[in-house]
């Protein structure tokens, strides 16, 4: 049984600000569940409505009805199961290999598709602007299917971060270079911006390089790319080029 106060503290973990009083966050479904028991975030609770995780103790385990579920899910479909989980400290920014960078963006969807795609690239760090998404927004966290655990995420003063990484940084722009003719690195930066406004002005002053995405359709009418679907076509081609 989940009583008031747990209720209102689970549900509360919603929003950003009681994210960050409490240090908590939430994950739904047993994938990810299972993704994050097994890597490093501490585990607070476990509420499930069937026999599940059996390696936890029960101590930290509580039966509930699909209705009680129902009540703390973030989801329109609730899952079988949910845990709160402690957020982790901020790891050091990783400045080998490839980086991805998020100018502003601001859809859980995208920044958890971005994240799932990062790990299936073998992109350990992403760095997102202070104005991007919580990473642990709980559609952020479904939307990763557990790939949050693999990927060291970092919010910053984006244009503080990319002058002093000294890297090469490759703005995705519409009108940059086409990335199909464009020799690309194994190290350098990749930024990627807003859904609406593409990257700022302030972020596109400090990329050293601007490639773009060429439409090959013949009326070339659609306005640009989602920034998701964008984020996999680059990192497939930097990953075919290295």
Not at 30 to 47: D, G, Q, R, T
Not at 114 to 132: K, M, N, P
Not at 148 to 171: A, H, K
Request: aromatic fraction near 6%; hydrophobic fraction near 40%; include cysteine.
């Amino acid at each position: 049984m989940v009583s008031k106060n747990q209720i209102k503290l689970i549900t509360s973990l919603v929003q950003k600000k009681y994210r960050k009083q409490h240090g908590l966050f939430i994950a739904e479904g047993v994938k990810v569940i299972n993704e994050l028991i097994k890597s490093n975030f501490e585990l607070e609770h476990l509420y499930i409505t069937k026999p599940l995780f059996f390696g936890v103790s029960e101590k930290i385990k509580t039966l509930v009805t699909d209705s009680e579920l129902k009540k703390i899910s973030a989801l329109t479909m609730s899952n079988d199961c949910l845990a709160v989980f402690k957020i982790p400290n901020e790891r050091k920014i990783k400045t080998d290999g490839l980086i991805v960078a998020l100018d502003d963006v601001r859809d859980p969807g995208n920044l958890g598709t971005i994240i799932r795609l990062c790990d299936w690239f073998g992109i350990e760090q992403l760095i997102c602007s202070e104005q991007t998404v919580d990473l642990y927004n709980p559609k952020v966290v479904q939307a990763t299917m557990g790939s949050i655990s693999r990927v060291n995420v970092s919010y910053v003063d984006l244009s503080d971060t990319l002058i002093n990484l000294e890297l090469p940084i490759f703005g995705t722009f519409m009108d940059g270079e086409n990335i199909y003719k464009t020799k690309l690195p194994s190290n350098g930066v990749i930024v990627l911006g807003n859904e609406a406004n593409g990257i700022s002005s302030e972020i596109e002053k400090i990329a050293t390089h601007k490639i773009a995405i060429p439409r090959f359709g013949n009326l070339q009418l659609t306005e640009s790319l989602n920034v998701a679907t964008a984020t996999a076509i680059v990192l497939s081609e930097f990953k075919r080029a290295t």
